[in-house]
């Protein structure tokens, strides 16, 4: 990458900034974490614009493999990993997936930037995402995470929420193991897992009225296949239902970024139609859209980290 400006401005993700771009107030705790996190970063020059933007198009022009059912195999693979850390390091640490920071670009505000603060791209998806949690599902009776991976999200919903069951659904065999493990190793007690995959939901998940649900960057798998797990979702009724996924209509597609985002999402069988599906159903009195919103956070190819929040009617 091309040398960067020495005179380039760093610049401050600021409590005020986070209020105004997702549209809600931080509780006191989370605000106090987001100054003590101080997520620096700076923006590019143009040379090193001009050079991720190059990236971006090269991306989508030579896409890895589309996302899809196909794929159970690379995610056994990629959550065994973290498995293996889990069993020889023995803490939560661990569980933290390992393609974080694999590009150091992120995505902030509308553009590109450089992060200072390292992790900055982990650490803001975690301030939101704990932010989602407290602000949608602080009253539901026990929450479940579907696609929950190595479970990092759910030891965030454990520190809020200590006292409150919680689920966590995954395709994998690791994932179920990992959760498993965290439990047996007395890192967690309030947590089970639940082998679900969103292509074929399981009608035995003992999902109840009044407990919440929620996804991060997992419904993107199941491309424009969403449908079947809506009806699944529907019919259980949860209280509540908050999705962090990438969400295209949400975007601005008059510009270089968000065009190019989308169409990165379109090639890579991400998350299709999902708000559209909503909104139609909303229309037809079967759902309510609670907040759908762009949350200006991603990685360099895709701004994929919208909220949408919903309840069955």
Known sequence: MSAPDSSADVRTVTVAELEARWQGRLSPCLAARVRELNLQYRLLTQPERDENLLRILNSILHPPVAAGAHRLDQWEKGWGENLELLLRAG??????????GKHHIVRWAGDL???I????EYLILSVLVEWALETWLADADAIYEFGCGPGYHLLRARKL???????GLDWTTASQNILREMVTRGLVSNLRG???NFFEPDEALDLKPGEGIYSVAALEQIGDQHERLLEFLCRKRPSVCVHIEPIDELLDETTLLGRLSNAYSRKRNYLQNFLPTLQEWERRGRVRIHAARRTWTGSL????????VWSPV
Do not use: C, M, Q, W
């Not at 603060?117 to 900055?120: D, E, K, L």
């Open 117 to 120: 603060t390292p992790n900055f």
């Open 161 to 167: 929420f200590p006292d409150k069951p919680l689920v």
């Open 113 to 115: 930037a450089h992060p």
């Open 194 to 196: 639940h082998r679900f």
């Open 91 to 100: 803490n939560v640490d661990a569980v933290t997936p390992l393609y974080f």
């Open 301 to 308: 190819f895709i701004e994929g980290h919208s909220l949408v």
